[in-house]
């Protein structure tokens, strides 16, 4: 054999093995990496959990930053954005202003979405989510800016009696909001929050309500009602800052399983590939769960109707 034919021969396996562990890696070869940027608070900083895992896992390049605060509303991101103009010392997103976070990428998506407490009131949108808007057109004109639909709080969460509104009266006024605010800024939405009620309902293991002044008259360690079903964090015994136990109550913010279906829904939204088949499994969820998540996920990404023209 002459030394060109080795020097093939050895490029050819060489070229085989590289193929060979692409396709057990599941690398996308064909992939550009996809840059996103989330403006928001604690209802964005739970797609981190899971989302950078599975587009990994599934071979697709992701670079995911966040400009989130907690419990951050647009008027107050468009108040810090509009001062750092003035204040440029000002630097509230781990150490850069809005603007710098904008150009630090080439942004091919911008997430933008309101508060909790304020996403089914329509008023509290107006004017800051256009002049955010605006801004992001003007300091990262390739992205596509994107809504997240984000979902109502559980029973028991005590804001809703103040309110006196229920968790389905929240939901739908969180869809006529974000319907709205999309419309106007002729975007398309992530439904993160009609996967949330999907679920909620459709689950072959419901969450179970509970009275909820008996459980509130309990005491350490008393048992406290089953969380089954639950997708936010729901109730549990923790010591306060005088080291005493009490019962903490978090009906808000996603628990595994919920950050899981938002990661879910998220990946299939952005790479435009199924929900269904993503492989990737959060470490303690059930493989069936897992399962029914994903085809939620997917149920509420082919049965949501966009309002972008």
Known sequence: MTISKMYGTAVKRILQIFLGAVMLTGINLSAKELKVLTIGNSFADSVFVYLPSIAENAGYPLLIERANLPGCSLQRHWELAERSESEPELKPYKGKNLREMLTSEEWDVVTLQQASPFSWQADSYYPYLENLA?????????????????????????????????PAEMY???????????????????????????????????????????????????????????????????????????LKRDAYHLNRRGQYLQACLWFAFLFDRPATGITFCPEGLAADDAEFLRQTAQNALESFTQVKK
């Open 134 to 166: 605006e801004y992001v057109h003007k300091y990262a004109p390739a992205a596509e800016i994107v809504l997240q639909q984000t979902w109502s709080y559980r029973f028991d969460d005590p804001r809703l009696a103040q309110w006196q509104i229920t």
């Open 172 to 246: 739908d006024n969180i869809v006529k909001s974000y319907n709205l605010a999309a419309e106007k800024l002729n975007v398309r939405q992530i439904p993160t929050g009609l996967a949330v009620d999907l679920a909620r309902k459709n689950q072959p293991v419901k969450f179970s309500p509970y009275d909820i002044a008996e459980v509130n008259a309990l005491e350490y360690p008393a048992e406290l009602p089953d969380q089954q079903g639950s997708l936010v964090n729901g109730i549990w015994w923790g010591k306060n800052r005088d080291g005493e136990w009490e």
